[in-house]
């Protein structure tokens, strides 16, 4: 087996909002423009293109509009920024498996694409919207966010909007890492069997709400990062900050006490991203941070109190050993997060960068800044909340919070008014299994990805026995010595056949677990986890 040093992977799972009732051209949907058997569109917007479904009966729809109206502003950055929901039917025969490109032609001519979606299951009928679905995000023409990027066009006017599905013979041949949409077009020739397109159009005025300086403040404050990527939208009151939860640096290396969970993609996507209030103001009264996230960092990784589940009073992660070398780790969702200052994501920029750049954004909407004020002088921390009101640059005025090599490290309560996020921050995760163990001693954790399959690998040393479940109702006795969690996310066929079965109803995306000692013996059954 050969290991290379972990990064995220390409495969973003796509967002999507209800699953669509599938059906014919009707449903609340209007039917776009459709190719015939063979024919390849060339996926860009036309200000003047109309509707209608051909003679092949293979049609696109949404319930977000009929061809020809209007893109819902929810569905762009002057909304929460969620995907729409697309919804097809009467695809030729033979078709192994589809793909979806949303294009539209600025002024000067090229087509720029927001969204790009690849190696969807040939059963595959729709994309919701804010759920996982089966395919591949590739890279749109806004950045590296690998996923749906709301229309945000920066002049004023209506723009058309194509979402084209693609029935294909098989899937693309790609190459590796994320793929834009002139790639994916290009690979399209010579399988397509067909195509159905929906035309949306959506106008922006210099009032919009995605237009307004505190949305820019946080749609800005993403360019500093270097290890990962999300997406902002704004409806006026907050700012969505979407991501899959997953940075580009090194994840779970050198963790020396655990619970045997590993990273996976979160659905932080749309109406389910991160509110950030745009209007921030110091509360009457203070709320508590004890327990769970308490802000989301600009490379859309969630920060949280340094304790542990369920309160201070059951220890630091960060003195118990229980953070990697970035000061994150793996939740009881498999989800990483932030327990103290993302030293890795900091590290993409100059110190003094941090100054005057934001972090993170705290859940009550006031910027996260390093360990210095906007003058370079180290940062105070008032006896509230661990922040201060020193005047700031790229962030509201009024009060601030800074990291700190100190516990609490980042802030100890919020000075003001937290989203709704804080509440209802058991919706945002989904666990994907029992916890497998009771957090114990390990060394030499690192997380790696096998070139051979695609695997991702945790391995560990254990010096004690311990043991593990898969189900939660199972046990294993393993001894001391080395030993690996694999895990990778299912895709495609093997997904669509997965999600069929009865006891995976509602549910959107699976991963496949393995588990072997270090020689590469099974300590315990293969898992498939859906959620």
Request: charge should be neutral.
């Amino acid at each position: 087996m050969t290991l290379r040093p972990h990064a995220a992977p390409a495969l973003f799972l796509v967002c999507a909002l209800t699953v669509l009732a599938l059906g014919g051209c009707g449903g609340g949907g209007g039917a776009g423009t459709t190719s015939s058997s063979g024919g390849l569109a060339s996926g860009g917007g036309s200000s003047g293109s109309g509707g209608g479904a051909s003679s092949s009966g293979f049609a696109l729809t949404s319930t977000a509009g009929s061809d020809g109206g209007v893109l819902p502003a929810d569905h762009t950055c002057d909304g929460t920024g969620s995907s729409p929901p697309l919804s097809w039917s009467g695809a030729p025969a033979g078709t192994a498996a589809f793909a979806v490109l949303m294009s539209t032609l600025p002024g000067d001519g090229t087509t720029k694409y927001n969204w790009v979606v690849h190696s969807l299951a040939g059963a595959t009928t729709s994309l919701p919207t804010n759920s996982v679905a089966t395919g591949i995000a590739g890279v749109g023409s806004d950045g590296p966010f690998a996923g749906y990027q709301p229309p945000c066009s920066l002049g004023t006017g209506s723009k058309r909007y194509t979402f084209t599905v693609y029935a294909l013979s098989r899937a693309p041949s790609l190459g590796a890492g994320s793929i834009d949409g002139a790639t994916l077009l290009a690979a399209l020739s010579g399988i397509t069997l067909g195509s159905a397109s929906l035309n949306l159009d959506y106008a922006r005025t210099t009032f919009s709400a995605g237009n307004s300086t505190a949305c820019s403040l946080v749609r800005n404050s993403l360019a500093g990062s270097t290890t990962g990527a999300a997406t902002v939208a704004c409806d006026g009151t907050y700012a969505y900050l979407g991501s899959n939860g997953l940075p580009t640096h090194a994840m779970m290396n050198g963790i020396t006490a655990t619970n045997l969970q590993v990273p996976v993609a979160q659905n932080f996507l749309g109406s389910r991203g991160w509110k950030i209030p745009l209007a921030p103001a110091i509360a009457a009264t203070t709320t508590s941070a004890i327990d769970g996230p308490i802000g989301v960092a600009i490379n859309g990784v969630p920060i949280f109190n340094p304790c542990k589940q369920g309160g201070c009073q059951n220890g630091d992660t960060k003195v118990l050993g229980e953070l990697d070398a970035c000061n994150g780790h793996a939740g009881r969702a498999d989800d990483y997060h932030y327990h103290a200052a993302p030293v890795c994501l900091m590290a993409g920029r100059p110190a003094s960068y941090w100054d005057t750049h934001p972090l993170g954004w705290a859940l009550d909407g006031f910027a996260i800044y390093g360990y210095n004020n906007a003058d370079g002088t180290t940062a105070t921390r008032d006896g509230v909340c661990g922040g201060n009101t020193s005047p700031v640059v790229n962030g509201p005025a009024g009060y601030s919070y800074h990291v700190t090599d100190a516990s609490p490290y980042v802030l100890s309560c919020f000075r003001g008014t937290p989203s709704p996020d804080l509440a209802g921050q058991g919706a945002k995760y989904q666990p994907l299994r029992q916890p497998p163990v009771t957090p114990f001693p390990v060394s030499a954790m690192t997380l790696t990805t096998d070139s051979a399959d695609g695997y991702q690998v945790l391995q560990f040393t254990s010096a004690q026995s311990f043991t593990t479940t898969g189900t939660g109702s199972d046990s294993f006795a393993n001894t001391a010595g080395t030993y690996r969690v694999r895990f990778k996310a299912i895709t495609g066929d093997a997904l669509a056949t997965l999600l069929a079965q009865t006891a995976n109803s509602g549910k959107t995306a699976c991963w496949s677990f393995q588990f072997t000692t270090g020689a590469g013996q099974t300590s315990q059954p293969a898992q498939t986890y859906c959620r």
